[in-house]
C-alpha cells in the first residue's frame, strides 16, 4: 500500500516537472564586462520576447580571472553555452583547445562582416570562424577641447605641430600628455597610437609578417625613437604613473592630451559628463600624409562545443549578429560595433572613430604576434618600460623584441 | 569487535574528514602538477609524454631561463632583505616590548594591527600612497627633501624594494610578538643568576635570551623563506602579473602564474611549464625548509 502511494507522488511529481522543462531552455552567457551586465540583460530581454521558450541568464567574471575561470569551467565540461572570447591568440587558445564550435553552419550572417573584424575571430591554424565579432577598437589621441580652445590650439597634422602644442599646453600649467609608464600595457598601446605613420604602417606589417625584415628594420627602430620626445610632456616621475591616474588626469581636465584607445570612451563621459574632447589620428612626418591607426578586433562571441542547447545558442549569436546588437554596442557601450550596416549618425564620435579607419593597419603585436609566448606584446611592454625609464635604447628594444619572437617564430628563424 | 578495533574505528572516524579535505586539496594538485609537468601540451589540452623537457627548457632555454633566473633573484632578495630587516627588526622590537619600556601595551597593539589587515587592501592603499603624487613623495617635499621623490614603484631599480618594504610594514608585528612571547617565557632565574654574575644586558642577551629562543626563531626563519618563495598577492596587487616595470619585480609566483594561465594582454597559456615552475617551488621550498630546521635545531639548548 506504501509503495503504491509513493509511486503516485512520483508519477504525478514527474508528469509536473517534464512539461514545463520540455519548453523553457535555459540558456547561460558569459561576459568578462562585468559593469555591462545589467545592459546585457536589458538587450537579452528583447531577444527572449522574439524567441519565447528561451531564456539568457548573463553572468560576469572579472576581467583579470575571466581566462582562468572559463578555461576551467570549459575543461570540466560545466561552461556556458554562449560566451564572450578574446580575439587573435586569445581565440586560438580556446578553439584549439576543442571549446568552441566552428560557426559557419549556425551563423550565416557572419558572411557580410568586415574582414578586418574577422580576422580576430578565425583559427590562423584551421581557418575556421569560431566568434561573431562584437566590437572594433581603435588607437589616437583624444584631447580636450575646452583646453585647445583656451590655449588657441589647432589639431595637429604633423609630428612638430604635435610637440608645439604639446609645448604649449605644458607651459601654461597642463600635463601636456596624460600618459603614464606604470602599466606596460598602455605604453604598448601609446606605441600602436604614436609608431604606424613613421614605421610604414601596413607596408611594413606585411614585411614583418612574412619574415621579409626584422623589428630591428631601421624604420621600426626610428619609430620607436619618437616615443622618447614625448618624455619632456608626460607627467612628472611618468613611470610611477598608472592607467587609473592617466584616466583621472584626463577625466579632471588636469591633462589636455591622452594617447589611447577608442574603448575609453564610454568611461570618460561617464565619469565626467560636462567633460568636451575630441579626437585626432596619430601626427605624420610630412603634411597631407594620410594618418594611420592601428585598428584590431576586440572579441567575439563563442558557443562552447559540447552545449547541450546548440539550436537555442544559434539563435542567440544570430541576435548578436543583427542590428539589435550593433545599435546596443553604439548607443548603449559606446564601442564601434562590427555588425555590417548599423546606423551610426546618432553618434558623432563613433562616426568619426569610424572615419579614422579609412588608412588602418593592423595593431601590430596583437594581430600577429600574439600566439606563441612570449608574445610580441609581453617583450615590447616590459622593454618599452625600459625604454622610457631610459635604461635602455631603441635598438635594444628592437633586438628583444626580435629574438623573443624568433625563439618561435619560423619566418624568423631561416634568417 | 573487540575494544581496540573500535578504537581504531572511531579514531579513523574523527580523522577521516580532515585527511580526505588535506589529500584533495593539497596532495592530489600537487602530484597532479608533478604529473603534468611531464607532457607537452597545445594550448589547453595534454599531448605526450616528454620527461623532463619542461625542466630543462626552464634552465636552459631562452627565453625561460632568464626569467626564471631574474625572477629567483627576486624571490632571494624578498628572503634576505625580510630575514635582515623584517625578523631582526621583530627581534629587537620583541626585545625592547619585553623590557617592559614606558608605554609597551600600546606599541604592542599598534605594531600588531597591520598584521590583521588583507594582504589586498594593504597593498591596494600603499600603492596610493607610493604614487607620484602620493602621500610619501608629498610627505619628502613637506620636510624639504624634495631630491628624493621618486616613483617608487615605477621605478626599476627600487620598485621591489618598495614592495618588500610595504610587505615589511604589514607583517613586522608577527615575529615582534612572537618573539616577545618566547623572550617573556625565558625562566626568571636564569637571567637573575646571570645579572648577579655581573653580565651587561648586551651580553645577557646574545648569551641568555637568544640560545634560549632559537624555536621560536626557527620557526620565524621556516615561515620567512616559505613566505619569501611564495609570494605572489603582493605583487600581484602592486605590480601587475607582468612583474612590471620590466619584469624588475618578477617573482616564481608571478612567473607561475603568467606561464601556467596566461596573463590577459598576452594570450597564450603554458602549462607544462607552468606545472614545471610549480613543481621547482614546491621542492624548493621543501628542501630550503628541511635544512633550516635540521641546521638550525642543532642550536637549540635544553635548560
Redesign the interface.
Known amino acids: 500500500m506504501k509503495k503504491a502511494r509513493w509511486f503516485l507522488i512520483l508519477t504525478i511529481g514527474i508528469f509536473l516537472v517534464f512539461p514545463l522543462a520540455a519548453q523553457r531552455t535555459e540558456l547561460s552567457f558569459w561576459t568578462w564586462r562585468t559593469e555591462d551586465v545589467e545592459k546585457y540583460e536589458k538587450l537579452l530581454q528583447s531577444f527572449e520576447k522574439q524567441n519565447p521558450g528561451i531564456t539568457v541568464k548573463v553572468t560576469g567574471i572579472k576581467?583579470?580571472e575571466?581566462?582562468?575561470v572559463l578555461?576551467a569551467a570549459?575543461?570540466g565540461g560545466s561552461g556556458p553555452d554562449v560566451f564572450m572570447s578574446r580575439s587573435?591568440?586569445?581565440l586560438?587558445?580556446?578553439a584549439?583547445?576543442?571549446?568552441m564550435e566552428s560557426l559557419e553552419k549556425w551563423v550565416p550572417e557572419l558572411k557580410n562582416f568586415d574582414k578586418v573584424a574577422m580576422k580576430g575571430a578565425i583559427s590562423v591554424k584551421d581557418g575556421k570562424i569560431y566568434g561573431v565579432p562584437f566590437a572594433t577598437q581603435t588607437l589616437f589621441v583624444f584631447y580636450n577641447k575646452k583646453i585647445y580652445k583656451e590655449l588657441g590650439l589647432k589639431v595637429p597634422e604633423t609630428w612638430d605641430e604635435f610637440l608645439a602644442n604639446c609645448a604649449v599646453a605644458k607651459k601654461a600649467g597642463y600635463q601636456a600628455l596624460a600618459n603614464?609608464?606604470?602599466?606596460?600595457?598602455y605604453l604598448?598601446v601609446m606605441m600602436g597610437a604614436i609608431c604606424p605613420n613613421f614605421y610604414g604602417s601596413n607596408d611594413f606589417f606585411d614585411a614583418v609578417v612574412a619574415g621579409k625584415t626584422t623589428f630591428q628594420d631601421s624604420r621600426f627602430v626610428s619609430a620607436i625613437n619618437r616615443l622618447k620626445e614625448l618624455t619632456p610632456y608626460m607627467?612628472?616621475?611618468?613611470?610611477?604613473?598608472?592607467y587609473t591616474?592617466m584616466q583621472s588626469a584626463f577625466i579632471n581636465e588636469t591633462a589636455a592630451q591622452f594617447i589611447g584607445g577608442s574603448f575609453e570612451a564610454g568611461y570618460f563621459s561617464s565619469q565626467n559628463p560636462q567633460l568636451e574632447f575630441d579626437i585626432f589620428p596619430g601626427p605624420t612626418v610630412k603634411k597631407g600624409e594620410p594618418h594611420y591607426v592601428s585598428v584590431y578586433a576586440d572579441g567575439n562571441f563563442s558557443m562552447n562545443a559540447t552545449s547541450k542547447h546548440k539550436e537555442a545558442a544559434a539563435k542567440l549569436l544570430r541576435f548578436f549578429a543583427g542590428k539589435e546588437t550593433g545599435e546596443f554596442f553604439i548607443h548603449d557601450l559606446q564601442q564601434v560595433s562590427t555588425v555590417p550596416g548599423v546606423d551610426t549618425s546618432a553618434s558623432p564620435y563613433i562616426s568619426k572613430v569610424l572615419a579614422l579607419q579609412k588608412y588602418s593597419t593592423p595593431y601590430i603585436f596583437l594581430v600577429g604576434f600574439?600566439?606563441?609566448?612570449?608574445?610580441g606584446?609581453?617583450l615590447i611592454?616590459?622593454?618599452l618600460?625600459?625604454f622610457m625609464?631610459g635604461?635602455i635604447d631603441a635598438a635594444e628594444v628592437c633586438r628583444q623584441v626580435q629574438?623573443?619572437i624568433a625563439?618561435y617564430y619560423e619566418p624568423f628563424r631561416k634568417k | 569487535m573487540n575494544k581496540r578495533t573500535s578504537e581504531t574505528l572511531w579514531i579513523s572516524f574523527f580523522i577521516a574528514p580532515a585527511l580526505i579535505i588535506v589529500c584533495v586539496i593539497i596532495i592530489l594538485p600537487l602530484f597532479m602538477s608533478l604529473f603534468n609537468s611531464l607532457f607537452l601540451w597545445?594550448?589547453?589540452?595534454r599531448q605526450n609524454f616528454v620527461g623532463f623537457q619542461n625542466f630543462k627548457k626552464i634552465f636552459f632555454?631562452?627565453?625561460y631561463h632568464t626569467r626564471f633566473a631574474n625572477a629567483m633573484g627576486n624571490n632571494l632578495r624578498w628572503l634576505v632583505l625580510t630575514m635582515i630587516v623584517q625578523n631582526v627588526g621583530g627581534l629587537f622590537i620583541g626585545y625592547f616590548l619585553s623590557r617592559r619600556i614606558w608605554g609597551h601595551e600600546f606599541y604592542k597593539r599598534i605594531i600588531f594591527i597591520p598584521v590583521l589587515f588583507s594582504i589586498v587592501a594593504v597593498s591596494f592603499l600603499w600603492?596610493l600612497y607610493?604614487?607620484?603624487?602620493g602621500l610619501v613623495?608629498a610627505f619628502l617635499k613637506l620636510i624639504g627633501l624634495p631630491q628624493f621623490?621618486?616613483?617608487?614603484?615605477?621605478?626599476?631599480s627600487i620598485a621591489t624594494y618598495s614592495i618588500i618594504f610595504v610587505n615589511i610594514w604589514r607583517w613586522i608585528g608577527f615575529p615582534s610578538l612572537v618573539f616577545l612571547a618566547a623572550i617573556d617565557n625565558v625562566p626568571m632565574d636564569c637571567l637573575e643568576a646571570a645579572c648577579l654574575d655581573g653580565a651587561s644586558d648586551t651580553r645577557v642577551f646574545f648569551k641568555v635570551i637568544l640560545p634560549l629562543i632559537v624555536p621560536s626563531i626557527v620557526i620565524i626563519t621556516v615561515l620567512t623563506i616559505i613566505g619569501s618563495l611564495n609570494v605572489f598577492e603582493q605583487i600581484y596587487t602592486m605590480a601587475?602579473?607582468?612583474g612590471?616595470?620590466?619584469?624588475s619585480t618578477d617573482t616564481i609566483g608571478t612567473l607561475f602564474y603568467r606561464?601556467a594561465?596566461?596573463?590577459?594582454?598576452?594570450?597564450?597559456?603554458?602549462i607544462g611549464i607552468g606545472s614545471a615552475i610549480g613543481v621547482i617551488i614546491y621542492l624548493l621550498t621543501f628542501v630550503v625548509s628541511l635544512i633550516s630546521i635540521v641546521t638550525l635545531g642543532k642550536k637549540e639548548v635544553e635548560l
Open positions: 576581467n583579470t575571466y581566462n582562468t578555461s570549459l575543461s587573435y591568440g586569445g586560438e587558445t580556446f584549439q583547445s576543442g571549446f603614464g609608464g606604470k602599466d606596460g600595457w604598448e607627467p612628472d616621475m611618468y613611470m610611477g604613473v598608472s591616474d600574439r600566439y606563441n609566448q612570449p608574445t606584446s609581453t611592454q616590459s622593454a618600460q625600459g625609464a635604461k629574438e623573443g625563439t | 597545445d594550448q589547453l589540452i632555454t631562452e627565453p600603492s607610493l604614487r607620484p603624487n613623495n621623490m621618486r616613483p617608487w614603484l615605477g621605478d626599476e601587475g602579473l607582468d612590471s616595470p620590466n619584469f606561464t594561465f596566461g596573463s590577459v594582454d598576452s594570450g597564450k597559456p603554458e
